[in-house]
């Protein structure tokens, strides 16, 4: 079945470094991937979700590649701010319905 | 306004009692989830409904069973509560389609002691 791995459970960095947090998948069909946040004592929201058309997608500054040759779907930004400290997760969507995957979930903290 | 809106946001309950927890969405939204949250599993579905009466069996459906009688409505039950069914509830609601949006509600913590 499909499976998507988080590597790192927990990343702390100092505020104005680049984040780079760990996305692989396994999938028997070619899936569509999202990264969700969620926010102390909130509920998890979509961040950014993979394009048909190979576009990138950004938001709020955080930006994801999809490389299928690698089955990878990593999230970047290019500098850390407070405000992004929260829990990330990855999933991913087959093309059969709307079932979504998640994997374990990354805690960034972000320091000053 | 979209919104996901579930009850109760706290319960505890004794083990081998009955547990209903609610979710309801204004977006008359097809599809409907149960997931649980639980610290480096993530969140795992338990269950996903493709309409009114129209339901699926997620990843750990084990131990829950649901209803969903109006669109909605989606409704998780736990048939005499057990101590490993203590975690985060989240219910989620989307339009039918692999590239849709999940919408959660805020979640219900759960202590089955």
């Known amino acids: 079945g499909d499976s998507v791995t988080q590597t790192e459970g927990l990343v702390t960095l100092t505020e104005g470094l680049p984040v780079m947090l760990n996305c692989t998948y396994q999938?028997?069909?070619?899936?569509?991937l999202f990264w969700y946040v969620q926010h102390l004592n909130e509920a998890p929201k979509l961040l950014l979700k993979?394009?048909?058309?190979?576009k990138r997608p950004e938001h709020q500054g955080f930006h994801a590649t999809l490389h299928k040759s690698s089955s990878s779907f990593h999230l970047q930004k290019s500098s850390a701010q407070l405000s992004d400290s929260a829990l990330y997760y990855c999933?991913?969507?087959?093309?059969?319905?709307?079932?979504?995957?998640f994997g374990g979930g990354t805690r960034l903290t972000v320091r000053p | 306004d979209m919104k996901v809106t579930q009850m109760p946001r706290y319960l505890i309950k004794r083990m081998g009692e009955n547990v209903l927890l609610e979710c309801g969405q204004d977006m008359s939204h097809e599809t409907m989830y149960w997931y649980r949250q639980d610290p480096g599993l993530g969140l795992q579905l338990i269950y996903i409904s493709y309409d009114v009466d129209s339901n699926s069996e997620g990843d750990i459906p084990k131990g829950y069973r649901v209803s969903r009688k109006k669109r909605e409505h989606f409704s998780l039950i736990l048939d005499s509560a057990k101590t490993n069914q203590t975690s985060v509830y989240f219910c989620?609601?989307?339009?039918?389609?692999?590239?849709?949006?999940?919408?959660f509600g805020a979640g219900t913590r759960l202590s089955v002691l």
């Open positions: 989620a609601s989307s339009l039918t389609g692999s590239q849709n949006t999940l919408y």
């Open positions: 999933a991913l969507s087959d093309n059969a319905g709307a079932k979504l995957t």
């Open positions: 999938s028997t069909y070619s899936p569509f």
């Open positions: 993979s394009f048909t058309d190979n």
